[in-house]
């Protein structure tokens, strides 16, 4: 079991529905990540905070909102959602210094 | 735009065989990391590669790293089925202010009785 938690692990929500993702982690490291991973897919970048600042967004549609108020812990806020947006969606943090991810178990959402 | 691309993407073998999964990327980089994640589960990290040369081992696994041919390579002795999994490589790209890995597509490795 990593030390990265993500919760939920399973959700489904239909298009109109507003959910959040949480991620935490209480490993010390100051960097987190969101990504997407879909069937067929490489893994994609959403996301990256950074001592809780945003430095990377990857051309993200703007209904996923991240959200990070301290270095443990991030979320990802869903709304208006598509059936596309369907895929396991991983968290992940590093330490100062080092690009090695640490990943969450990932929150399988499905879109209805 | 830094692309990292595996090989083969699929692989079927049997137990007690040797394969090599490559891993070849675009950009200049010297620092590389292999991943496992197995079906429905999250990535587990097996290797950090961070210098031409490099090489690691652990049992079955073996990952090298040759950043003139930016070229990575995990090689699988005598397969078990437990090996069974996906495979990503994943790269640091050197440049500055990023913080990001850019990971290939995973390779799905399939290990027969």
């Known amino acids: 079991e990593t030390g990265v938690t993500q919760t939920p692990r399973h959700l489904v929500m239909g298009m109109t529905n507003k959910k959040s993702l949480k991620c935490e982690q209480h490993l010390g490291h100051n960097a987190m990540y969101w990504y997407k991973q879909s069937a067929k897919k490489p893994l994609e970048l959403m996301f990256v905070y950074n001592f809780k600042e945003q430095t990377e967004n990857n051309s993200v549609p703007s209904r996923f909102s991240p959200e990070c108020p301290n270095s443990s812990h991030l979320f990802l806020h869903l709304h208006t959602l598509q059936p596309e947006d369907s895929a396991l969606y991983l968290c992940a943090s590093s330490p100062q210094g080092s690009y090695e991810q640490y990943f969450g178990p990932g929150t399988r959402l499905t879109v209805t | 735009e830094l692309k990292v691309e595996q090989n083969p993407l699929f692989l079927s073998m049997q137990e007690g065989k040797n394969y090599t999964i490559y891993c070849n990327y675009s950009?200049?980089?010297?620092?590389l990391y292999w991943y496992r994640q197995d079906p429905g589960k999250s990535l587990e990290s097996l290797f950090v590669?961070?210098?031409?040369?490099a090489v690691k081992q652990e049992g079955r696994l073996m990952a090298s790293l040759d950043t003139k041919a930016r070229l990575s390579t995990l090689h699988i002795t005598a397969a078990v089925h437990d090996l069974s999994a996906t495979y990503f490589c994943?790269?640091?790209?050197?440049?500055?202010?990023?913080?990001?890995?850019?990971f290939g597509q995973g390779t799905r490795l399939t290990i027969n009785p």
């Open positions: 590669l961070l210098s031409n040369g």
């Open positions: 950009t200049t980089s010297d620092r």
């Open positions: 994943a790269v640091d790209p050197i440049i500055q202010g990023a913080q990001k890995l850019v």
